[in-house]
């Protein structure tokens, strides 16, 4: 069973369209990020929710909203495409106040606008 | 915000040679994590060092914490072809930016 699930894996639209990405996790944690990883390999956080709150909010332009319909879903919606959109997008899921806090990642989808 | 910075950029090495590749960072930390990142995959958790280890060891995996240099090292020993892959350090429990990590290659 897949821990963190994520979809589609790959998203190829043109410039100007609205795309969404799911993620779902079923590891039972209570927080969930958004990950932008850009062809120089850094991996930029963008979103967090704990509980189906947000809690980070990176400087990301207002066409990206993320919406956590319960904690163990976290979607990606993207207005407005743009051609620096292009990426690889991550989910990662963490149980949060424990010792050994660590990340379960997605496998990722790769968006490339046209 | 970046938490942790790689280095070296890239490394490449022979079949069954050790890889150490080093994590700075800037601010205190309660630990340390190091992930991988398999070409196309998410990142995944390797290993965990607290702020108070100094060493600690998983398999072929050696972690070393120098809290007053703000610095980390992870050691690969016996190195395998499947160990090329990129490597991330975070200090942050994910809730910043990762370096751009450092790249390691295998040869068979």
């Known amino acids: 069973d897949t821990a963190v699930s994520q979809t589609p894996k790959y998203l190829v639209t043109q410039m100007g369209n609205d795309k969404s990405i799911k993620c779902e996790q079923n590891l039972g944690h209570d927080t969930m990020y958004w990950y932008k990883q850009d062809s120089k390999k850094f991996l930029k956080i963008m979103f967090s929710y704990n509980n189906k709150e947000l809690i980070i909010n990176e400087t990301v332009p207002n066409r990206f909203s993320p919406k956590s319909p319960d904690k163990a879903h976290l979607n990606l919606h993207i207005n407005s495409l743009e051609l620096g959109d292009s990426a690889v997008y991550f989910c990662?899921?963490?149980?949060?106040?424990?010792?050994?806090?660590?990340?379960?990642f997605g496998s990722g989808t790769q968006l490339s606008v046209l | 915000s970046q938490q942790g910075e790689e280095d070296p950029q890239a490394l490449s090495i022979q079949e069954g040679e050790n890889a150490t590749m080093n994590c700075s960072y800037k601010?205190?930390?309660?630990?340390l994590q190091w992930y991988r990142q398999n070409s196309g995959r998410g990142l995944v958790h390797l290993i965990l060092i607290r702020s108070n280890e100094r060493e600690k060891h998983s398999g072929r995996l050696r972690v070393t914490l120098d809290t007053s240099k703000k610095s980390s090292s992870l050691l690969i020993t016996a190195s395998r072809a499947a160990d090329t892959a990129s490597y991330f350090c975070d200090t942050n429990a994910g809730k910043s930016t990762f370096g751009d990590g450092t790249t390691l290659t295998v040869k068979p």
């Open positions: 990662a899921s963490s149980q949060q106040d424990v010792p050994d806090e660590k990340l379960f």
């Open positions: 601010t205190s930390i309660n630990n």
